[in-house]
């Protein structure tokens, strides 16, 4: 069995008379990229700070390492490195100067640390450009050099995607994928936008209102997200019928009847339907393949709701 790095057990965080938390147990494994995915206000950052050490909870435990209790979190709390905030860098600093003004501040000796996590971090070419001149992705990859300087084996991510431009958000997951698979860091990362962290996780935990409303691998969630054929006919409820009793019987009408819907698009692929249709007799006006998003699912899981 593997390893867990990090554990919430029957945590809670009230505020005033909000439970900001409500009874959350999951954990992290060594070696996953778990994506914490839930709207804005969910509990993602409260959950992430009882892992640093910046909130306690009212009622439940934290386990790190295999630690708990105060003394031992704060020893193991020495292995994690964590963006809650976005770090202060001075904007007329290098890269080079700010990391270096840093490592001065937490008494790391060894100098080549920098440039190992510059490189680390695909910024050592940049590294003598002025913070102020960094685009907004590669601010938030220096913050994660920032935490890498005295190499950590778990990292905390409370929203480092936010913002950032599709070639920004390639850049992340380039990075989280190297410092997982080549470096060995287990991660959390957390978003509330489901997609971004796509091709990157290997688990995600769904947040919503304090309660982890559903844990599943990358795997699982490939399951779910399968593509679905609509159509729509002259005789949209006759050709359903006809398609569930000879083809699949899983096809069905929807949106008041405009459109037929065929979940399972590998036993019944689109040309065999098409045919079906018109060797039957009927008029096919339109059939595309809708790609089901992740979107769609994190909405489903949210009855209905929005994301934001
Ligand atoms: P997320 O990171 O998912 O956006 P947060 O963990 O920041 O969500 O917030 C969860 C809930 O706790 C929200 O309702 C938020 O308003 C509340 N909350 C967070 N921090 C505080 C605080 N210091 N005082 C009072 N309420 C807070």
Do not use: W
């Not at 914490?36 to 992430?48: E, P, R, S, Y």
């Not at 009212?58 to 790190?64: K, S």
């Amino acid at each position: 069995m593997s390893e867990i790095i990090a554990k919430a057990v029957d945590v809670e965080v009230i505020y005033g008379n909000h439970a900001a938390l409500n009874k959350i147990n999951m954990q992290v494994k060594k070696g996953d990229i778990y994506a914490l995915v839930g709207k804005n206000g969910a509990g993602k950052t409260t959950l992430l700070r009882l892992f640093t050490g910046q909130n306690a909870p009212d009622y439940g435990h934290i386990e790190m390492f295999g630690k708990t209790g105060a003394h031992a979190l704060n020893n193991a709390r020495k292995r994690i490195g964590a963006i809650i905030e976005t770090p202060a860098f001075y904007p007329f600093f290098s890269a080079v100067q700010n990391l270096e003004y840093y490592r001065i501040q937490r008494n790391i000796e060894d100098k080549s640390v920098i440039e190992r996590v510059l490189k680390d971090t695909g910024l050592y070419e940049a590294r003598n450009k002025k913070f102020k001149n960094y685009s907004l992705g590669m601010k938030q990859r220096l913050g994660i050099a920032l935490c890498l300087m005295h190499d950590p084996e778990f990292l905390v991510l409370d929203e480092p995607i936010n913002g950032l431009d599709p070639a920004g958000i390639v850049e992340m997951r380039k990075l989280m994928l190297k410092l997982n698979r080549e470096k060995g860091l287990t991660i959390i990362i957390s978003s509330h936008i489901l997609s971004e962290l796509a091709n990157m996780a290997t688990c995600y935990g769904f947040i919503d209102n304090g309660v982890i409303l559903k844990e599943l691998t990358s795997s699982e969630l490939d399951n779910i997200e399968k593509n679905y054929i609509k159509m729509s006919t002259n005789d949209n409820s006759s050709v359903a019928l006809a398609i569930a009793a000879n083809v699949n019987s899983s096809a069905y009408v929807e949106d008041d009847g405009k459109y037929i819907i065929i979940p399972d698009i590998d036993s019944s692929p689109s040309e065999v339907l098409s045919r079906f249709v018109i060797e039957s007799g009927y008029e096919l006006y339109s059939l595309e393949i809708v790609k089901s998003t992740l979107e769609d699912y994190f909405i489903s899981l949210l009855g209905g709701a929005t994301i934001e």
